[in-house]
């Protein structure tokens, strides 16, 4: 039998939860009590110049608002930072990472040399000047020395079979940037591990990041995970509802209103009744749904 179900959901307190966020929420809320699992919130505000003051706490009350509470403590990211340091420290040890100092204009300009085209979502893939050391210029960050595996094949539990060329669509990618912060990549993966987290639901658009965290995992030894990502709230424009374009806070003045709009999304059905009558439904819904 398999490590107990442990799940969570890693709100960025860069801006208040909108409807999309609370999706999220919601279905890894849902997925953990359909498991019969704990579900964890953990304040992800490593990048401290997008977080906002205050933040986690208020994403906590609009949480406990809609009748979402964690079964532990929220963790919070930024009394972390020696588990990241333990881990990069590892990698080094491993020669799994190196240290990098390219500029985004040095990757730019190495780019343009070897005529590489457009980069993935408009990010630059790596080339891997540092690979082999610095040349005499000084260290700014530290990359993942990626092995070329080719096509990376992961299985999500709503999307299915998903594959990526991390060495070609990505490239080695960042683990502690040259601003001193530590990438995302780092910090979820160290800390699904140390939280012993079993199983992700998040939305879509992160579903990108997948393998590179997988590549992580790997490289330190983890726990491989089980994946859901849930699909996107979409705002009038038809772009993905973000902090970035304006999404609204969530309505609190109407909690079951605005918890039964993030249920209709995720194609659950309409229940009457208090919130938690409600939350017991679409659990036993989801549970038919994923065949748990
Ligand atoms: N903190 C990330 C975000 O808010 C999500 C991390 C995750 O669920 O893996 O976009």
New binding site residues.
């Given amino acids: 039998m398999g490590a107990p179900y442990r799940g969570?959901?890693?709100?960025?307190p860069?801006g208040p939860l909108h409807a999309g966020?609370l999706l999220?929420a919601l279905a890894s809320w849902l997925d953990a009590r359909a498991h019969g699992g704990q579900w964890l919130v953990r304040i992800?505000d490593v990048d401290t110049p997008r977080c906002i003051a205050g933040g986690g706490e208020f994403i906590l009350h609009q949480l406990a608002s809609v009748g979402l509470v964690p079964d532990e403590p929220p963790a919070w990211q930024s009394t972390r930072h020696s588990l990241y340091r333990q881990a990069l420290d590892n990698l080094i040890a491993s020669g799994d990472a190196y240290p990098c100092a390219c500029s985004r204009k040095d990757i730019v300009q190495a780019l343009a040399r070897i005529g590489a085209g457009k980069a993935r979502n408009g990010e630059l893939v790596y080339p891997g000047t540092c690979r082999h050391g610095l040349q005499g210029r000084e260290g700014r960050a530290w990359r993942l020395r990626l092995s070329d595996e080719g096509l990376r094949t992961w299985h999500d539990r709503r999307l299915g079979v998903q594959q990526q060329d991390l060495a070609r669509e990505v490239g080695d990618f960042v683990l502690l940037r040259a601003d001193g912060l530590w990438a995302?990549q780092l910090a979820?993966v160290v800390d699904?591990a140390d939280q012993g987290i079993t199983h992700?639901v998040?939305?879509e658009?992160?579903a990108d990041?997948t393998v590179r965290?997988i590549a992580l995992q790997t490289a330190l030894g983890l726990p491989a995970l089980r994946y859901l990502h849930t699909p996107l709230v979409l705002g009038p424009n038809g772009e993905k509802l973000s902090k970035q374009n304006g999404a609204a806070a969530l309505d609190l003045s109407e909690p079951d209103t605005t918890l039964a709009s993030a249920a209709a999304t995720l194609g659950l059905s309409s229940v009457s009744g208090t919130m938690a009558h409600c939350l017991a439904a679409w659990t036993a819904e989801w549970r038919n749904r994923y065949g748990l």
Avoid at 8 to 12: K, Q
């Fill in positions: 969570r959901f890693a709100p960025s860069t966020s999220a992800e995302y979820v699904d992700i998040r939305g658009d992160l990041n965290q």
